[in-house]
């Protein structure tokens, strides 16, 4: 089992992309394997023949460096590993378990009964020597909740996920059970029925299996809500000659591309962070040092069937419009599909989280991507009615506005910083020619 990501250390096998006796080419997909932060596809490096499965599609929580598969360098060598098993290999270990929570350093007293009081250490409460209650068994193995979570392949997760299927409810047809498109657009809800007389109702809600890339975002979103002092700074932009430049250059384009706001918006971000570079800056408690980073590597929240997922435009000054927009088009369809490699969603500079699509959402405020120092949320476009500047005239005009809202790391930027920011990300929207110097 590969380690696909720095904080990996177990994953779970999907679906085998190889059968055995197979000729493998560098570059090639092997398998797909789900880690903590996304599923992806496992690229073999090396020249040779798969010999044998050793882990079939399905297999959770495998840990990083057990055997999951023989690999040989002739065709003429596989048959000597037909019956070759997990065992012949060395067995597997277990994952390692996570590490326990520090508590952070207190003043006060455990014992005190305040509520600002740590909670007390081991020392301090006798441990119970009760012992542990059996609970009625059927005698078979307990199963963790990643081997109670359905095996699917993204595709379906994503195809279920916008017509509303529930995935627990849907029998699986592919290898081990996996559960594919075909099974998604198959399923047919179960007709409800009346219920007898006297008979108890069932539970009024649906568990989901929490998986490793939900635990990592809750952990992620924890640690940054925790440890970085976040302070918000909204402004409203005029986007009426923004929209009106996106309208003529789209209208030029000839059908090779389409720009989109989000476009402009991601090069404007990058415009004031040259302008500001502090807020393109990342707080490093290791080396003791905020690090100024001096190229914009924007990421780019996108929604996806298994969790929010920031693939990363990097380079952003050095861009065009043109180029900006096929990069987002390309990650944002990986990102949903399961298939961005590491270095295309850890790192970045600077993150932007447009909920501009949704007419209903007028301002936000967004969490930020540690290390990073700041992220700018973007609401709808609204049109607002801005009245004459003569007195003479009553009439008003109407101007299509947007509210951002950017969260910046006090650690790092200070407050008339992240304020000058601001101002020259509203400087440049407001003058997107600008944008094509």
Known sequence: MPALSPTMTAGNIGTWQKKAGDVIAPGDVLVEIETDKAQMDFEFQEEGVLAKILKDSGEKDVAVGNPIAVMVEEESDVAAFESFTLDDAGGEKAPPAPPKEEASESSEPAQTGSETAPPASKDDVKESTSTPQESESTGARLQTSLERQPAISPRARALALEKGVPIQKVKGSGPQGRITEADIEKYQ?????????????????EDTPISSMRKTIANRLTESVNQNPHYFVSSSVSVSKLLKLRQALNASADGKYRLSVNDFLIKACAAACLKVPAANSSWRAKESVIREHKSVDV??????????????????????????SAQVKDLGKRARDGKLKPEEYQGGTFTISNMGMNAAVERFTAVINPPQAAILAVGTTKKVAIPSESDEDSNVQWDDQIVVTASFDHKVVDGAVGGEWIREFKKVVENPLELLL
Do not use: D, F, H, Q
């Open 189 to 205: 809800p179960a007709a409800p029925t009346a219920p007898s007389s006297g008979a108890t109702a069932g539970p009024a809600y």
């Open 299 to 324: 990421s780019v929240a996108v929604a996806t069937p298994v969790g929010l997922m920031t693939p990363i435009v990097k380079g952003v000054e050095g861009l065009g419009l043109e180029r900006i």
